[in-house]
């Protein structure tokens, strides 16, 4: 009787104990997954390349350091129900794998999701959660994206927690990735569990509309983008909104994959490529790569930025940054080109849920347009430019000394 109740005791210590790993992502992360392009057509020949790409690409050196596997990697679970990856796909199995992907100076994400099965149908996690977490550390894991499929009346919350504790007693440190769509408020409760949770249901490779899948829908940018206006509060340094992986490169105009980059860095979101890296165009290569906008998504501040302005055709998003610094996104959402005019004096940017505010009546600021990359005076004149279709102009204010 007493050593069952001093089990007890120590169970319910360990779990009292557990927690996430804390600093893994103290900015937005950034990587590639393999799900929007590829779908459940991957092997490991597929993430080799993909790898050697994402360094010689100047994606590497751009801050892109996690190459995740999404579903479909899984074979079946051992006797003792441990699970394997499926023999046909990665014949060398993951340990090598992820040895090759570190060995180029990156880190190596994997998929699961909380239910019976993953969303294609692949062994999922329930009720093996401590045997994954152990066998991802035993692989050399860094990220984790955890899916929702599949949970039958599981609560959400309950369910990532478990998931959370496994990783933590399995005692490698994985950035934790919560994939269930948004539907049970993750932003709520997310903090304290991953680094990481979406917000929505799955993007497409449309700006502007959403692809319909019998029971379900994926969205277009601009439906994701106002889909969760009023969650940027919870937003920080460590635990991150997840407005989905980007569909840069795959398929939309150059214009649109522009602002969808840009409205991802201005959310603070984080930046997780989805075209294929081996053969994507120099312009998509350019988007991706884009330092100065970059750093606005990886700003230390790690504020999430608001909808700062609206007018008829056109509207403004503000981050704030560092050092009094502010980066603007002005969008034009419609199909023709449209004529922005914006006199600084009349338009203050108060940002009252962080206390951030800029006065350009009080104090004047340089510019600098991030996608020219120029300067292009100060908020002492209004600012004029025109705004082509689905396109943004990008600027980074600096206070003037």
Known sequence: MRKTFFLGVLLWAGVALAQKFEKL???????????????????????????????????????YQYVVIDDCWQGERDAQGFIQPDADRFPSGMKTLSDYIHSKGLKFGIYSDAGWKTCGGRPGSRGYEYQDALTYAKWGVDYLKYDWCNTEDLNAKGAY?????????????????????????????GQNVGHLWRTTGDIAAIFDGQEGHGSWNSWGVLQILDMRENIRKYAGSDHWNDPDMMEVGNGMTLAEDRAHFSLWCIQAAPLIAGNDLRSMSQETKEILTNNEVIAID??????QGLKYLVKDNWEVWAKPLKDGALALCFLNRTLQSVKVELDWKEYPVKDDEFHHYYFFNQKEYKIRDLWAHKEIGTTAKPFVVQLASHDVVVLKLTPVK
């Open 161 to 189: 927690l478990t998931m959370r504790n496994a990783l933590y007693a399995a005692g490698r440190p994985v950035v934790f990735s919560l994939c269930e769509w948004g539907n049970n408020k993750p932003w709520e409760w």
């Open 25 to 63: 992502a103290l900015t937005p992360p950034m990587g590639w997954n393999s799900w929007n392009n590829f779908s459940c057509d991957v092997n490991e020949q597929l993430i080799r390349d993909v790898a050697d790409a994402m360094v010689s690409s100047g994606m590497k050196t751009a801050g």
């Open 298 to 303: 990886q700003d230390p501040l790690g504020i």
